[in-house]
């Protein structure tokens, strides 16, 4: 990465580094309770509190005009501070203005937010019952989004089927814990021009919607994206941006909100969800049927939740040959935190289920888990169980890879561990495996502007936000291939929407391919224009070509650097733009439009090693394979499939967001685990795999929602036991044990 | 507002304990920083350890006994050889907590004063015998901690599991570890790195009397003292008989069931590392 010195050492700067001459500092009050209605805000004592300069509450957005103003991702029903109710706890009611950050949360432990609590819904099931009371008035059953796809006839196929599979599994919400919190400095350098600095993934789209929430044209807002401290989905679209940027405007001051740890649980989670699937095979285990249903937890705001159910929707059944497939997806409301993007969208969730119970099926069978899965997965021109047609399928490649290392082949035998001597009697290995896939966001467009300098340089435009992930790094590669010039000659322009052209969202493993065609467009233009220079020359040149950073003319013998003929020409600077969308195919059979333009593929081989007397679950070996089309930048790629891996450890093992009565019971790292160092696998190998077109895939979450099924099912073959709840507790695990020993020994019994 | 005072001398320390009976102290701020961020702790005067001279020295005393200053802080304990050499145990505890950056500046009588979040340097101490030495207005002295509630290190016999009282103004000066070189050391988390145990198992050997001490921490807010006699022969699936009457925690990391389990567990454990040691 560029950056990771300066990262490591601090020196990076960040939006929460932003100062502004008479910046205030925010504080939020936020709700204490899920659910109920604001009779009043009380703020007489906090603006008598020293330092505090204004407190901002809906009122004021009302007065403003603003109380029918929401926002969100393509559901818009988020208030810009909560007006006559609060729908979830944390939920903020009033921003202090103090002159410090201390004085602000002095001033907001002084404001008494008078609230008639309701009956909150903290249950899905209670949230889609029939009667149940509404999070938003207009939304029907509390639902935000629902996908339902079938084919095939599912009757039929139940009838046929030689086995029958069926179960449930849950995954509780959770939190991406980046390391730099969500952090937004506003200021209005005139009423009607709005400049921010922020931690979002998604400067162009935010921009936009600041623009519409606030009233103004297109160009009067401004957003900056220093690097960010990580982001993993967390801080994709606006979240507190329309706050801050409306509580500068009122106090007609610069504000700076940066969230403290805790205010990260209530600001964004991953969905909680269950799902259901019932399967049905015939007698070598090959799919005759498979049907699905997703129930997850959108929390009190849709944010991103209506792109969950397709999502996940498209990804439960898996990347399997399933003649007759239904899914059911729907997203609810309810007075928990709201959810969002959260990597590995709506997949970890769903892939937790679905390959474990693609194990359960082969040693249900006495079928290799591997081979089951080699049997049964798309190969090109099959369709998948969401209908989409199989483009480019490596799934199988990926299984191979994946395992190969331990079976020494495609053929031998990688499910029995090696013996380590020095293993305690107490612990038990077992190895598994998971295959995932997952849809890219499409259509989905991203411009770039490529531009040449007479110092003989590139400079990249774009919205792409370098959050730690390596984008600068791939941008610049991808640069250098297209412009034929070094990399230290690229400079890539942080993202300001004022400069860097639309670009929209760094997220869903997309940036790296939308790059690679935007920048070659771009390159292509920025080439033609430097030809065209070439024929400006004192000599013209006659047939130029613009390669390798240099325009070449055979027939004038003309070879000069591209910042050499720019001097020559008086030219300081040529630019070239041009955009990518990311289009789904059409099924030429069907006529429909494809669910993505390109379906990510991965896949993780797992040992773990048990302790049967405490339960605690040690992922000693990981095995990773990634598509990747073609490798832009081999060390970011690694990193990236070896961050996925630990990034997946979390949910399986630790992390569980509980929330008791709509509260976070974890406010601290301290409670709220994250892989440690320590944690981390033995080994830990990961491929990218490449094919022979020279077309990048994305990677980014390709292997995260394998690892928990994947280690699921390491946990199976280890002990014999199924877990059918994240995250894999060690108190789990031991009952798990204790239910089995249990049943064994009734079963002896009987 | 907080005002931290740092005096230079331990006279001037006693002499501020009486003057200012309410002062806190403060060590590596592990505690006390995430305490007063989150509201637990109001702004104040602090006495800060770290300015008092020699209070982080590790020597033998005249008994042999191991003498840590309070102002040791965790990483520089677990890599003194005298402590590697006498207490073992301790650094084994001492390196299983946290993080390197929390080692480095969390001090040994910061954890004692406080009873720390984290049960590993209590338990290790409580095992070996330690003794807390402190300072207050008019004395010093050294107290055993099997005594109630002193210094919040040692709860025995279990029935008496019981908060300590409000203690009067004083100042952890230093602990005294007899030497032991017979030892093992347990933990249980969910994590399997950097996190808070549930459940912490120290067992030593009492070189003179061969007896083994065993402490047990995590089940309550303080450390639980378990004498052989306690410790039934190959120790069974829970200590029930034993745990009964103890309110174990159960909060969302574990349940008292499970911690119940766990210490059985790990205490059979560490007896038989113990018992390999004295093979060995």
């Known amino acids: 990465m560029i950056d990771a010195r300066d990262r490591v050492l601090g020196r990076t700067s960040r939006t929460a580094d932003v100062r502004l001459p008479g910046m205030l500092e925010a504080a939020l009050v936020r709700s204490a309770v899920p659910s109920g209605r604001i009779i009043g805000v009380d703020t007489d004592a906090a603006l008598r509190s020293p330092g505090v300069v204004a407190v901002v509450t809906g009122n004021d957005v009302a007065a403003a005009g603003l109380e029918e103003i929401e926002f969100g991702t393509i559901i818009q029903d988020q208030p810009i501070l909560a007006l006559d109710r609060v729908r979830h706890v944390g939920e903020p009611i009033a921003v202090v203005l103090a002159e410090r950050r201390a004085d602000a949360e002095r001033g907001a432990a002084l404001v008494v937010p008078h609230i008639d609590v309701t009956p909150a819904l903290l249950d899905m099931a209670d949230a889609l019952a029939d009667g149940a009371a509404l999070v938003h008035p207009g939304r029907p059953h509390n639902v935000i989004a629902r996908w339902a796809f079938s084919q095939g006839a599912i009757d039929a196929a139940r009838r046929t089927a030689a086995h029958h599979f069926a179960g449930r599994w849950t995954s509780p919400a959770a939190q991406v814990v980046s390391l730099e919190t969500h952090a937004v400095v506003a200021h209005w350098p005139t009423p009607d021009r709005l400049e921010l600095w922020s931690t979002t993934q998604s400067p162009s789209r935010t921009a936009i919607e600041l623009g519409r929430i606030l009233g103004l044209t297109a160009d009067a807002v401004r957003l900056h994206v220093p690097p960010l401290g990580g982001a993993f989905g967390g801080k994709n679209h606006a979240k507190l941006e329309p706050l801050v940027a409306f509580a500068s405007r009122v106090a007609g001051r610069p504000v700076r909100h940066v969230n403290r740890r805790e205010d990260e649980f209530v600001t964004i989670t991953k969905h909680a969800a269950s799902v259901e699937i019932e399967s049905g095979t015939d007698a070598e285990g090959r799919f005759v049927y498979r049907t699905a249903r997703i129930v997850a937890d959108g929390g009190a705001y849709a944010n991103s939740s209506s792109v969950i159910p397709k999502a996940s929707g498209g990804a439960v059944l898996g990347p399997y040959r399933v003649p007759a497939a239904s899914v059911d997806a729907v997203v609810v409301y309810t007075n928990h935190p709201p959810a969002g993007s959260f990597r590995g969208l709506g997949v970890s969730q769903v892939a937790w289920a679905s390959e474990q119970q693609v194990d359960e099926i082969a040693v249900e069978l006495g079928i290799d888990p591997r081979e089951l899965r080699h049997r049964n997965l798309v190969r090109d021109g099959d369709r998948l169980p969401n209908g989409d047609l199989a483009a480019h399928p490596h799934w199988d490649a990926c299984l191979d890879a994946a395992t190969g290392g331990w079976s020494g082949g495609v053929d031998g035998d990688w499910r029995t561990p090696r013996i380590h001597a020095d293993d305690p009697p107490w612990v038990r290995r077992g190895r598994g495996v998971a295959v995932t896939m997952k849809a890219t966001m499409a259509p989905s467009r991203t411009d770039v502007e490529l531009a040449a300098t007479s110092s003989g340089r590139i400079i990249v435009r774009t919205s792409a936000v370098e959050m730690g992930q390596g984008a600068r790094s791939a941008i610049r590669i991808l640069a250098r291939e297209a412009m034929g010039v070094d990399v230290d000659r690229v400079d890539v322009v942080d993202p300001d929407t004022a400069v860097t052209p639309f670009d929209a969202t760094t997220s869903s493993s997309r940036t790296t391919v939308q790059h690679h065609h935007a920048i070659e467009r771009a390159a292509r233009a920025l080439r033609e224009r430097l030809e065209t220079l070439a024929r400006d020359l004192p000599t013209p040149a006659v047939d130029p070509v613009c390669a390798e950073g240099r325009v070449r003319d055979p027939a004038t013998g003309l070879d000069i650097g591209f910042g050499d003929l720019m001097a020559a020409v008086g030219t300081t600077q040529v630019a070239a733009s041009a955009s990518y969308v990311n289009e789904p195919p059409r099924d030429p059979e069907t006529g429909l439009t494809g669910l993505t333009s390109d379906w990510h593929q991965g896949a993780v081989a797992v040992e773990v090693a048990v302790d049967v007397e405490t339960g605690c679950v040690r992922v000693s070996d990981v095995r990773g394979a990634a598509w990747a089309g073609r490798v832009v930048d081999p060390v970011a790629a690694r990193l990236q499939n070896e961050g996925n891996v630990v990034f997946g450890m979390g949910p399986s093992l630790f992390e569980d967001l509980a929330l008791a009565d709509g509260h976070p019971r974890s406010t601290s790292l301290r409670d709220y685990r994250i892989p440690a160092i320590g944690d981390l696998p033995e080994r830990l190998v990961t491929v990218a795999l490449e094919g022979e077109d020279g077309e990048p895939a994305g990677l980014g979450e390709s292997l995260i929602p394998a690892v928990a099924p994947a280690v699921g099912n390491a946990l199976a073959a280890a002990l014999g036991i199924r877990l059918r709840d994240l995250p894999m507790t060690p108190e789990r695990v031991l009952q798990a044990l204790d239910d089995r020993i249990g049943r064994a020994g009734r079963d002896e019994r009987s | ?280």
């Open chain 2, 1 to 280: 507002m907080n005002e931290i005072l740092a005096p230079r001398r331990l006279s001037d320390v006693i002499d501020l304990l009486e003057r200012e009976p309410s002062i806190r102290a403060i060590g590596g701020g592990t505690t006390v920083v995430p305490d007063m961020r989150a509201g637990r702790l109001r702004a104040g005067r602090w006495l800060s350890t770290g300015s008092i001279d020699g209070l982080d020295a590790i020597r033998l005393d005249r008994n042999g006994m191991l003498r840590i200053g309070a102002a040791a802080t965790f990483a520089n304990i677990a890599k003194d050889g005298l402590v590697v050499l006498a207490a073992g145990l301790l650094v084994e505890a001492l390196r299983a907590i946290a993080s390197p950056a929390l080692r480095n500046v969390a001090t040994i009588g910061g954890s004692i004063a406080v009873a720390a979040s984290s049960p590993d340097p209590a338990t290790a101490l409580v095992a070996l015998g330690a003794r807390v030495e402190l300072v207050a207005p008019g004395r010093r002295r050294a107290s055993g901690v099997d005594e109630r509630g002193e210094a919040r290190l040692i709860v025995h016999p279990i029935e008496a599991v019981t908060a300590p009282e409000t203690p009067p103004p004083r100042l952890v000066t230093a602990v005294l570890i007899p030497t032991s070189a017979d030892w093992a050391y347990e933990r249980a988390t969910v994590r399997g790195a950097n996190d808070r145990p549930i459940v912490t198992v120290a067992v030593a050997r009492d070189p003179t009397t061969r007896r083994r001490r065993i402490a047990l921490g995590g089940l309550v807010g303080g450390v639980i003292l378990l004498s052989d006699a306690e410790v039934p022969e190959g120790v069974g699936d829970d200590l029930d008989d034993v745990l009964r009457a103890v309110p174990v925690v159960d909060d969302d990391r574990a349940t008292p069931n499970y911690r119940r389990r766990m210490a059985a567990v790990l205490i059979r454990r560490a007896i038989a590392r113990l018992g390999r040691a004295a093979l060995d």
